[in-house]
């Protein structure tokens, strides 16, 4: 029995020898379980096989001599010289799978037969499926990797605690959120801080950053010919921050922003045009129209710098226009800011009011009274002809009465029909008969002259004298002027007191 065994096993081992340097690899790629079709210019015995998966082939390329006479042939118009996979040595068609292939049976010619055995011999490495190879596993072992502690000194700690903390800045995108609040520019006009692409998609112009950088100074500025409609945005001479030396004839046209818009406020942060004649505008003048109608606006020019002023606007549809004129070539600066306001924003003022005052205490003065200039442009101080307006004051809460008095200067003039002065110089004047024409209105009083006094508390008008209004209601103060004589004009110091110090 041994002997048989040992005969059979050296049968085999010579069969295998002799056709040993024939056989061809099988190719992991190669091996699943569906047929696939090899054309013969993909031939190619050189495959390597797949450590990972070994296979050992156990056929020799004699067996093709065993192939079965049943060539099958793909339906194509032309034959391209591809052969379905065979699954077997004796291969029919109930043994074909009819996934994407169609395939019939063929009668084929003698020399037909041999091109095909030829090429089938040609695209049988890997086209065999995997039955007729052995197929040996590796086991499979589990490696587990246990990462090595990486030991460091403080110092490198700290280094490596520097860097995670700039990974962490740069994996996190920060979002700035910062409030819209007010900012001055680079060009020294207030602006709000908004993101530069707020600040470009509301027409306005960068200037300067804030919010520590992250936002941008943005400011409306409008110059000559430009329509706009802002909310907020400042009308400025040509060239500003420096003062204009050409003659000037510049106009922009405001739209109002809603509907909702009442008023426009008016801020002379600079204003410098040339001195009026003896009270009237002649050579520079600032020009407002398309107010209410009856909302008479004065022309303005001379040293304004600090003044406000607010316009009447709910009864038209707009636009308004601001417009300064001048007759020379001689230095001007202004850059007024104009704000539109609806009646419930915070800076709106009663109906009727040309200036409004909302702090507690303040100044108020006579336009032109100032007699400083930044530009050195002439000056000459007066009040200007045909002034009629009111100023207002903001009651605080808690306040009973305002107290008014002379912070500087003071000039009201008025002359009779033979051109003396009413009142002699040096003194106050009180009421109708002293005051006919230009005067002051406090606590329902005419005052005027060169002293503050209503006699109220001092009976001497060659001296100064507080005045205080206790009277309820809302606190207004008049000035009116003729186009007659002109003075020098007033500036009083207001203080509202509180109930507890109210005046008898």
Same mark, same amino acid.
């Given at each position: ?157 700290? @280094?490596?605690?520097?860097? #995670?903390?700039?990974?962490?800045? &740069? $994996? +996190?995108?920060? *979002? ?5 609040? /007010? ?116 022309? @303005?020019?001379?040293?304004? #710098?600090?003044?406000?002023?607010? &316009? $009447? +606007?709910?009864? *038209? ?5 601001? /417009? ?116 002051? @209105? ?9 002293? &503050?006094?209503?006699?109220? *508390? ?47």
């Amino acid at each position: 029995m041994n002997n048989i065994k040992l005969c059979i096993f050296i049968l085999l081992l010579a069969i295998l020898c002799s056709d040993s340097k024939r056989w061809y690899s099988a190719s992991v790629t190669e091996r699943d379980e569906h047929f696939k079709v090899t054309n013969f210019h993909d031939f190619n015995p050189n495959f390597t096989q797949d450590d990972a998966r070994i296979y050992i082939p156990v056929l020799t390329k004699n067996s093709v001599n065993h192939i079965d006479e049943k060539w099958h042939i793909p339906e194509s118009p032309q034959y391209n010289g591809t052969l379905t996979r065979l699954h077997k040595w004796n291969l029919n068609q109930d043994n074909i799978q009819s996934g994407s292939l169609k395939h019939r049976n063929t009668n084929i010619t003698t020399s037909e037969k041999s091109t095909l055995k030829t090429e089938a011999v040609r695209s049988y490495n890997n086209n065999i499926n995997i039955i007729n190879v052995i197929r040996r596993r590796p086991n499979k072992k589990t490696i587990r990797k246990k990462c090595p502690m990486v030991k460091y000194h403080r110092e490198d700690k700290k @280094l490596y605690s520097n860097l #995670t903390d700039k990974r962490r800045f &740069l $994996e +996190v995108f920060e *979002v700035v959120q910062f409030e819209h609040v /007010s900012c001055v520019s680079s060009s020294g006009l207030e602006g709000t801080c908004l993101h530069e692409y707020d600040c470009q998609a509301s027409e306005g112009i960068p200037m300067g950053t804030c919010a520590d950088g992250y936002g941008t100074c943005c400011v409306n500025e409008f110059k000559c010919d430009d329509h706009a409609s802002a909310l907020v945005g400042w009308f400025t001479n040509p060239g500003f921050p420096s003062p204009s030396m050409e003659r000037l004839s510049c106009t922009i046209t405001l739209s109002k922003a809603s509907e909702d818009i009442k008023q426009i406020r008016l801020d002379f942060v600079n204003f410098e045009l040339l001195p009026p004649s003896a009270g009237t505008c002649e050579e520079d003048q600032f020009i407002v129209s398309g107010q209410n109608i009856n909302n008479v606006i004065p022309i @303005l020019c001379g040293i304004n #710098t600090g003044q406000h002023a607010y &316009l $009447e +606007v709910g009864d *038209v549809d707009g636009p308004l226009y601001f /417009s300064v004129q001048t007759v020379s070539a001689e230095n001007r600066l202004f850059s007024i800011k104009i704000t539109q306001l609806t009646s419930f924003d915070e800076l709106a003022a009663p109906n009727g009011c040309f200036q409004f005052f909302v702090e507690s205490h303040g100044y108020m003065e006579s336009f032109n009274y100032r007699d400083k200039s930044d530009i050195g442009i002439p000056r000459y101080q007066t009040y200007l002809n045909n002034m009629n307006y009111a100023m207002c004051i903001k009651r605080a809460p808690g306040t009973c009465s305002v107290t008014y008095s002379k912070s500087d200067n003071m000039q009201i003039v008025n002359y009779d029909t033979d051109g003396l002065p009413v009142i002699p110089p040096g003194q106050a004047g009180v009421e109708i008969f002293n005051c006919p024409n230009d005067w002051l @209105l406090i606590s329902a009083i005419r005052l005027c002259g060169d002293r &503050l006094n209503d006699g109220s *508390v001092l009976q001497d008008f060659s001296l100064d004298a507080s005045i205080t209004d206790n009277n309820g209601g809302p606190i207004v103060v008049w000035f009116r002027s003729d186009g007659g004589y002109v003075g020098r004009g007033f500036k009083l110091h207001y203080q509202q007191n509180t109930c507890n110090d109210r005046a008898v």
